[in-house]
């Protein structure tokens, strides 16, 4: 496995706000926050990053983060047009260890479009997760179905999964829960126009703050390519 050194991360990050923040109705200037612990497999190694993201119905212009040590920083990723403003981790900022980040209040300064600002907290807690190991992901005995399988992530509430080939997204990122067993089936005519190949495959768990799945408190990410004929 190898770790992503792009912001292909980012779009699965926004898929999952969009998950918890559906049932949310639209609020003049309002705004959530949240951090959460990424992980990632990297040589050999476990790393651990704290990714950022600020959420809003409402057009946002800027947001500042201010760390438990003091420490301010702007958040300069943003989708949707303002609605949403994130930081993924990177290994060129430095933002990788080896050890768990600290646990701490993070708070956000959110400005909006019409000039007004609030503030905003969430408190990075201290459960992460390890990187979910892929067990196989190759064509069923009956040439019906693409058949990903991947061993349980502990204190995992979820997982999402996504099938690239290239700049080429063939399964979007999607989110599953209670599954039993961890397998997921695609049709097989959904990839017979991007075979033969080398995908990547790449299975994120999650774990939410609290049992209102509204905002995350860990995420880990694996990634493998492997070939199908």
Same mark, same amino acid.
Request: aromatic share 12%; net charge neutral; hydrophobic share 40%.
């Given at each position: 496995? #190898? ?6 991360? &980012? ?11 559906? !049932? ?6 309002? *705004?959530?926050? @949240?951090v959460f ?5 990297? =040589?050999?190694? %476990? ?12 057009g ?19 989708? !949707?047009?303002? &609605? ?11 933002d990788?260890?080896i050890? /768990?980040? *600290? ?8 400005t909006f479009? @019409?000039?007004t600002?609030t ?11 390890l /990187? *979910? ?10 040439? #019906?179905?693409? $058949? ?6 502990s ?6 999964? #996504?099938? $690239?080939k290239?700049n080429?997204?063939?399964? /979007?990122?999607?989110?599953y ?5 961890? #397998? %997921? ?28 799945h =509204?905002?995350?408190? *860990?995420?880990?990410?694996?990634k493998?390519?492997i070939?199908? =004929?």
């Amino acid at each position: 496995m #190898r770790a992503d050194r792009s912001n292909s991360l &980012l779009s699965l990050i926004l898929v999952i706000l969009g998950f918890i923040s559906c !049932d949310k109705v639209t609020v003049t200037n309002h *705004a959530t926050a @949240d951090v959460f612990i990424k992980s990632i497999s990297y =040589q050999g190694n %476990i790393l651990f990053g704290v990714a950022h993201s600020v959420f809003s119905y409402n057009g946002i212009s800027q947001v500042s983060l201010k760390t438990p040590q003091g420490d301010t920083l702007l958040l300069s990723s943003k989708v !949707d047009e303002g &609605l949403s403003f994130f930081k993924d981790p990177s290994f060129d900022s430095g933002d990788f260890n080896i050890n /768990p980040p *600290a646990s701490g209040l993070y708070s956000y300064r959110v400005t909006f479009k @019409d000039k007004t600002q609030t503030v905003l907290t969430n408190t990075l807690g201290a459960n992460y997760l390890l /990187p *979910a190991k892929i067990d196989s992901f190759g064509i069923s005995s009956d040439g #019906r179905f693409i $058949v990903l399988k991947w061993n349980p992530v502990s204190e995992a509430q979820g997982y999402q999964i #996504r099938v $690239v080939k290239g700049n080429t997204e063939v399964v /979007p990122a999607r989110s599953y829960y209670e599954l039993n067993p961890l #397998r %997921i089936e695609f049709p097989f005519s959904s990839f017979m126009p991007y075979l033969p190949g080398t995908f990547t495959v790449e299975v994120d768990a999650i774990l939410f703050e609290s049992a209102a799945h =509204q905002q995350l408190q *860990a995420l880990s990410v694996s990634k493998d390519s492997i070939q199908l =004929q």
